[in-house]
């Protein structure tokens, strides 16, 4: 079982920057990548980025590329994920998630994402 937390989320203006975190426990952290996913109201809930679970290889979705960015430190069971030159269609609910690392091919499927955190609200405003 992995426990996960989110924090930082918030109202930030366009063009803004925004740090979310996600806080793990349970099980050894450090066995699995983690997922940045976000769902906006009306909308499908999409990958936008994921990280191994060593955080040698990472995963970015092109609406993200460039702008944000993914980091972890398993030493303190965190996973982070800078945001910078937000937009306001990056509003949404950010949740983390964790699976068991099966290599770098596998950081994009979505489905066998196992745990998962409550998420924290994103608000970019124009």
């Known amino acids: 079982q992995v426990q996960l937390v989110e924090s930082g989320g918030g109202l930030v203006q366009a063009g803004g920057s925004l740090r979310v975190s996600c806080a793990g426990s349970g099980r050894t952290f450090s066995d699995y990548a983690m997922g940045w996913f976000r769902q906006a109201p009306g909308k499908e809930r999409e990958l936008v980025s994921a990280?191994?679970?060593?955080?040698?290889?990472?995963y970015y979705a092109d609406s993200v590329k460039g702008r944000f960015t993914v980091s972890r430190d398993n030493n303190k069971n965190m996973v982070y994920l800078q945001m910078n030159s937000l937009k306001p269609e990056d509003t949404a609910v950010y949740s983390c998630a964790a699976k068991l690392y099966r290599g770098r091919s596998t950081l994009q499927i979505v489905d066998d994402y196992t745990y998962w955190g409550q998420g924290t609200q994103v608000t970019v405003s124009s």
């Open positions: 990280i191994s679970a060593k955080g040698v290889n990472t």
